[in-house]
């Protein structure tokens, strides 16, 4: 009777099971495994290292692209198609962009002419307020000026292939950012499910809990940091205002979008128009005052305080530390991209961990079906 039973294959057994022993691998299995994961790792940086350079753009047009889907979704309904809709949502979105860069260059040109016909009176201006300072008094920065054209003029070529670099580089993250929103905008659905057919049973509350804590921290943090940068803005535009600085819509402009990168700031904007009503005004408590203005306001409330403060209460998921910590050293590790990358791994951390805990949405492995049973009793 023994002998009639049929064999059992228990490298099948152990295929069907869940957990498989190092040890019951084949050399084969164990070579093709070894062979798959280095294969794997290999494409994997190559490929991060081709899109590192438009990592940003990447990011950004994700964000950008799911945060337009109720407007995609509204205005498809209407035009009766997916493709003309997101055209029209992302014509939206970079027209006025590309309407304020236009302005801001205009104005930026027609002050660097200025500055280009009156540079000895500013020389003489410059030359005047640092014989203020102890240690300075020698400096002529009119004598020195020829000296600094030529100098400039040496570093001309370098200077040229910087900016054709960088200008190939801001094309081409342009055009990633274009067709990133455009493909999350007409395929998210699609995404949607492969993903969802990837994610074995086991782990769907798990992803669940993931993807409701990525979702909320980074709506918290773009939240944040976008209406932030606003304030901080009309700060230095009422500042430009009330000192009657020149080019005061532009600066305001610049500052707004120079905030979303590491270690420079608004900063940058105030302290230079400090040191302008210091020098060509004379007016060293207007300076003063901005410089005070700026750090106070902009640099230490707003950034410190009210950015992580309203990008914790948005969120629901991380508090006003963990969010803090998330945004400051999120920013200056991975940089712009930053803003999203650092909230999004606390926010995945809590999430693994409430899951792990029980604090979470409990797991629960899917029953069997009904069917399922009838079967087997069949069976």
Same mark, same amino acid.
């Given at each position: 009777?023994?002998?009639?039973?049929?064999?059992?294959?228990?490298?099948?057994d152990?295929?069907?099971?869940?957990?498989?022993?190092?040890?019951?691998?084949?050399?084969?299995?164990?070579r093709?495994?070894?062979?798959?994961?280095?294969?794997?790792?290999?494409?994997?940086?190559?490929?991060?290292?081709?899109?590192?350079?438009?990592?940003?753009?990447?990011?950004?047009?994700?964000?950008?692209?799911?945060?337009?889907?109720?407007?995609h979704?509204?205005?498809?309904?209407?035009?009766?198609?997916d493709?003309?809709?997101?055209?029209?949502?992302?014509?939206l979105?970079?027209?006025?962009?590309?309407?304020?860069?236009?302005?801001?260059?205009?104005?930026?040109?027609?002050? $660097? /002419?200025?500055?280009?016909?009156?540079?000895?009176a500013?020389?003489?201006? #410059?030359t005047?307020? !640092?014989r203020? @300072?102890? %240690?300075?008094?020698?400096?002529?920065?009119?004598?020195?000026?020829?000296?600094?054209v030529?100098?400039?003029?040496?570093?001309?070529?370098?200077?040229?292939?910087?900016?054709?670099?960088?200008?190939?580089?801001?094309?081409?993250s342009v055009a990633?950012?274009?067709?990133?929103?455009?493909?999350?905008?007409?395929?998210?659905?699609?995404?949607?499910?492969?993903?969802?057919?990837?994610?074995?049973?086991?782990?769907?509350?798990?992803?669940?809990?993931?993807?409701?804590?990525?979702?909320?921290?980074?709506?918290?943090a773009?939240?944040?940091?976008?209406?932030?940068?606003?304030?901080? $803005? /009309?700060?230095?535009l009422?500042?430009?205002?009330?000192?009657?600085?020149? #080019?005061?819509?532009? !600066?305001?402009? @610049?500052? %707004?979008?120079?905030?979303?990168?590491?270690?420079?700031?608004?900063?940058?904007?105030?302290?230079?128009?400090?040191?302008?009503?210091?020098?060509?005004?004379?007016?060293?408590?207007?300076?003063?005052?901005?410089?005070?203005?700026?750090?106070?306001?902009?640099t230490?409330?707003?950034?410190?305080?009210?950015?992580?403060?309203?990008?914790?209460?948005?969120?629901?998921?991380?508090?006003?530390?963990?969010?803090?910590?998330?945004?400051?050293?999120?920013?200056?590790?991975?940089?712009?991209?930053?803003?999203?990358?650092?909230?999004?791994?606390?926010?995945?951390?809590?999430?693994?961990?409430?899951?792990?805990?029980?604090?979470g949405?409990?797991?629960?492995?899917?029953?069997?079906?009904?069917a399922?049973?009838?079967?087997?009793?069949?069976?």
């Amino acid at each position: 009777m023994a002998a009639d039973r049929p064999r059992r294959d228990r490298r099948r057994d152990d295929r069907r099971s869940d957990d498989v022993r190092l040890a019951d691998f084949t050399i084969p299995e164990m070579r093709k495994a070894l062979l798959t994961a280095g294969l794997l790792l290999a494409i994997f940086l190559l490929f991060a290292y081709m899109v590192a350079d438009v990592a940003v753009a990447v990011v950004a047009g994700v964000v950008l692209g799911v945060y337009a889907i109720p407007f995609h979704r509204w205005l498809g309904r209407r035009l009766h198609t997916d493709r003309v809709a997101a055209i029209v949502t992302i014509t939206l979105v970079t027209v006025p962009l590309l309407a304020i860069l236009i302005y801001s260059w205009v104005e930026i040109a027609g002050a $660097a /002419a200025y500055m280009e016909a009156n540079r000895a009176a500013v020389a003489e201006r #410059l030359t005047i307020a !640092l014989r203020r @300072v102890p %240690f300075a008094h020698r400096i002529a920065v009119e004598q020195d000026l020829s000296r600094w054209v030529i100098a400039l003029g040496e570093r001309t070529a370098f200077v040229l292939d910087e900016v054709r670099d960088a200008f190939d580089i801001l094309v081409i993250s342009v055009a990633v950012f274009l067709f990133t929103v455009y493909y999350i905008l007409t395929d998210h659905r699609r995404i949607l499910r492969y993903i969802r057919r990837k994610i074995p049973g086991r782990y769907r509350d798990l992803s669940r809990q993931v993807s409701a804590n990525i979702r909320a921290v980074v709506y918290g943090a773009l939240y944040a940091t976008f209406l932030v940068q606003l304030l901080k $803005a /009309a700060v230095v535009l009422s500042m430009n205002l009330l000192w009657d600085i020149p #080019l005061a819509v532009v !600066l305001s402009i @610049v500052a %707004f979008f120079i905030g979303f990168f590491p270690i420079v700031g608004s900063w940058v904007i105030y302290l230079s128009v400090a040191l302008y009503l210091a020098v060509f005004r004379n007016d060293i408590m207007g300076a003063a005052a901005m410089a005070l203005i700026g750090f106070t306001v902009n640099t230490v409330f707003l950034s410190m305080y009210v950015r992580p403060k309203i990008a914790a209460e948005k969120s629901h998921v991380l508090n006003f530390y963990w969010m803090f910590i998330a945004l400051v050293t999120g920013v200056y590790t991975f940089g712009l991209v930053g803003i999203i990358v650092g909230p999004v791994l606390i926010g995945v951390l809590k999430a693994i961990f409430d899951t792990v805990t029980g604090d979470g949405t409990p797991v629960r492995l899917e029953a069997p079906s009904e069917a399922a049973y009838r079967r087997r009793a069949a069976g």
